[in-house]
């Protein structure tokens, strides 16, 4: 039985916290029993979801009935929305009162079930049970098909190696459409934690009283969370209830890593650093806690259930210590593949349990792998996986031609036409990502070969 479908087994003990309410494990189940009672048959919805009550009902109650929900971040441009709607056509939506136009089938809280005008239904393979966007709020159609297998498999590993216990009490900090933010629920609700729920930024006095009221015991983040953390002077924080520190979403630089791994140690709190991608639904790697200081800058060994390997541009297995290849990894967390219209949702598992990551990697003597490069041609901003030549298509669309380079964090735009300001509102506008997070240079023209397509190493002599 998967977790999800036992959750009344904790009874009385508290699942959900946010600053107004709280909810027990049971009432949960009282509260994921009315909404399920709304929909009858197997379907495809959209799941507009934020950290509250109303979203973590919805995802617990569609995954039980075996509804396929899409996991939506509600701050998505609304044309881009339009877009998706358009193309997957899903028998209902879950979103906050207002989102979208329509008759609410049914309320609770902030949140309105509302069932859209399209007729047909979407074919759904049997096992699929989640779909996730992989570049952030761009508004891809592109999604990835995770099973129930995935789900819970990933889960359990998660909670195996972070020890995780029904004493937990993690604080959020990341949304819960992204795939990190996910497990984190996922892995906690698993073993009977509560979950304190907030949309506050780090950068918000609000997000550290809520975490000091409620007593959080641990949160995660990606490696720009950890940039304002040491810019907050987090390490001189007094903060007794904090045991435990997770990063992943993108590679942290090696002295941002030891410098945490040293400050946590001194402190009593666990620093684990790990690495995953929504294709293993979550995580694949980890570094253990007495590693995190000796193997600074490492994404660690693989998760429990899963292996890792490298393999050089034949294809052909590295065996040897220190030689870069591209991390390839294989466990029951590897999902069945993509879809990018209505008509994939049908399809089975396309990748066969072995996911070939695309990050260019190396392995130490001891085992350790560390990431030294990507294959192909996307970034990690804030955690969000962005696809540049998504980017690039999206800018095409707004009247644009640009070439889009750059590294984790760090969106480069170059433009031969156009004002810079211009394409950062639209960028900004778009994406939902910070406007720090794209630098945006004017060039005489963009560098193409005979074919047209761009010359992206002949970009530097233009910066």
């Known amino acids: 039985m998967t977790f999800y479908d036992k959750l009344e087994q904790f009874g009385e003990k ?35 979801c934020s950290n ?40 209902y939506i879950w979103a906050p009162k207002g989102f979208c136009p329509g008759q609410a089938r049914y309320v609770y809280k902030d949140y309105a079930l509302i069932k859209t005008e399209y007729g047909q239904k979407a074919e759904l393979h049997p096992e699929l049970a989640l779909l996730l966007t992989t570049s952030g709020s761009t508004g891809s159609p592109k999604l990835v098909r995770q099973t129930y297998r995935n789900i819970n498999h990933n889960a359990e590993s998660i909670a195996q190696y972070l020890t995780i216990s029904g004493d937990d ?4 900090t990341l949304p819960m459409s992204y795939t990190y933010g996910l497990s984190i629920i996922n892995s906690h609700l698993l073993k009977g934690a509560a979950i304190i729920l907030t949309n506050d ?14 007593q959080a015991t641990t949160f995660g983040g990606v490696p720009y969370t950890y940039e304002m953390l040491k810019r907050l002077r987090f390490l001189r924080m007094y903060l007794p209830s904090l045991k435990v520190l997770t990063q992943a979403g993108g590679r942290l630089g090696k002295e941002l890593h030891l410098e945490f791994a040293q400050g946590c140690a001194e402190k009593g709190i666990r620093f684990i650093v790990m690495y995953g991608q929504t294709e293993a639904t979550a995580r694949m790697s980890y570094v253990p806690q007495e590693y995190s200081i000796s193997k600074a800058g490492s994404i660690g060994i693989s998760i429990p259930g899963g292996k890792f390997w490298l393999e050089n541009d034949n294809g052909s297995v590295i065996n040897e210590p220190d030689i870069t290849g591209e991390l390839v990894y294989h466990g029951n967390n590897v999902t069945m593949g993509y879809s990018t219209c209505q008509e994939d949702l049908a399809k089975g598992d396309e990748l ?8 260019m990697a190396r392995r130490d003597e001891d085992g350790f792998y560390y990431i030294v490069g990507r294959k192909k041609r996307f970034l990690k901003v804030y955690g969000n996986r962005v696809n540049l030549d998504e980017l690039e298509s999206l800018l095409q669309k707004s009247g644009f031609e640009a070439a889009c380079a750059g590294e984790d964090d760090h969106v480069r735009i170059y433009l031969d036409h156009g004002e810079p ?3 950062l509102k639209i960028m900004t506008g778009l994406t939902g990502l910070n406007r720090s997070a794209f630098e945006i240079s004017k060039i005489e023209s963009i560098p193409r070969n005979e074919s047209g397509k761009i010359l992206y190493s002949e970009l530097g002599q233009w910066k």
């Not at 959900?16 to 009282?30: H, R, W």
């Not at 929900?69 to 193309?87: D, G, K, Q, Y």
């Not at 066969?352 to 990050?359: A, E």
């Open 421 to 423: 300001d211009e394409v």
């Open 169 to 172: 009490r993690p604080i959020t």
């Open 352 to 359: 066969g349990g072995i996911l070939r990551t695309g990050d």
């Open 52 to 91: 509250n009550v109303e979203s973590v009902t919805g995802y617990i109650a569609f995954l039980q009935m075996r509804v396929v929900p899409v996991m939506i971040n509600p701050v998505i441009n609304r044309e881009l929305f339009a877009s998706l709607l358009h193309t997957y056509e899903p028998n």
């Open 14 to 48: 508290k699942a959900l916290i946010t600053e107004q309410e709280c909810l027990s494990y049971a009432q949960l189940q009282i509260a994921v029993n009315d909404l399920r009672a709304q929909i009858n048959d197997r379907c495809l919805v959209f799941c507009l």
């Open 201 to 214: 930024s780090l950068m918000e006095k609000s997000f550290w009283s809520l975490l000091k009221e409620k």
